[in-house]
């Protein structure tokens, strides 16, 4: 029963941003949205959360819808090194099972 | 910090055989992971651990075994391989898995083979 649903690709212009969404329409009031990444054959990589409120790190955005139903995660400026495959994940603190589903594929054009 | 830290990096066995695949951390995490990832798949959930002595089962525990003697070490054994569990394993740690701000890191994983 999957709780996100991601498009399986994208395809995104190096130097401009990647605006990555991902639909969680049935998301509980105690979920947070999780961003990783997975570069080739490596480990995923964290990106950021976020709850209600849109945040911002050294990496990414994320925007979160007011009904929290959908949110987008913003590469402000994407290099070749961001090629990789996102998932964006639900999950409540109180949850020790984070799973993962089959993410976007970005690929970063020169 | 070595972080996470996976042996073998690959690993081919026959039908049958039994092995352990190997994960440490050296962050002091409570809580450690093990996935599985097919190709063209996301990562499915075999077992975790919120602490030394306490092990649960994930999303596709059939044929493996954990136990979590120390903090540091979460290995994960197979009993009789089957060539469905060719995939590639990581393991994962976090501080303190409740926290939202305590996120996951991953070992690079290993590449096992079952013919």
């Known amino acids: 029963d999957a709780k996100t649903t991601q498009p399986p690709s994208m395809d995104c212009a190096e130097g401009r941003a990647a605006n990555l969404p991902c639909n969680h329409s049935?998301?509980?009031?105690?979920?947070?949205v999780y961003w990783y990444r997975q570069i080739h054959s490596q480990g995923p990589q964290y990106i950021i959360h976020?709850?209600?409120n849109n945040e911002t790190n050294e990496m990414a955005s994320l925007i979160i819808t007011e009904d929290r139903k959908s949110s987008t995660l913003i590469l402000p400026h994407a290099t070749l090194r961001d090629t990789a495959v996102y998932y964006c994940?639900?999950?409540?603190?109180?949850?020790?099972?984070?799973?993962f589903g089959a993410g976007t594929r970005l690929t970063v054009k020169p | 910090n070595a972080g996470v830290t996976q042996t073998p990096k690959f690993q081919v066995l026959k039908t049958g055989q039994s092995m352990t695949l190997q994960c440490a951390q050296d962050?002091?995490?409570?809580?450690m992971s093990w996935y599985r990832q097919d190709p063209g798949m996301g990562l499915r959930l075999i077992h975790y651990?919120?602490?030394?002595?306490?092990?649960d089962q994930g999303e596709v525990p059939n044929g493996y075994n954990v136990s979590r003697s120390t903090t540091e070490d979460f290995p994960l054994r197979l009993l009789s391989a089957a060539p469905s569990q060719t995939s590639v394993y990581f393991c994962?740690?976090?501080?303190?898995?409740?926290?939202?701000?305590?996120?996951?890191?991953f070992g690079n994983g290993t590449r096992l083979t079952v013919t």
């Open positions: 651990s919120v602490g030394a002595g306490i092990t």
């Open positions: 976020g709850l209600k």
């Open positions: 962050m002091n995490h409570e809580y």
């Open positions: 994940i639900v999950r409540a603190n109180n949850n020790n099972d984070m799973r």
């Open positions: 994962a740690s976090s501080y303190s898995f409740g926290t939202p701000s305590s996120p996951l890191h």
């Open positions: 049935t998301i509980s009031g105690n979920e947070y």
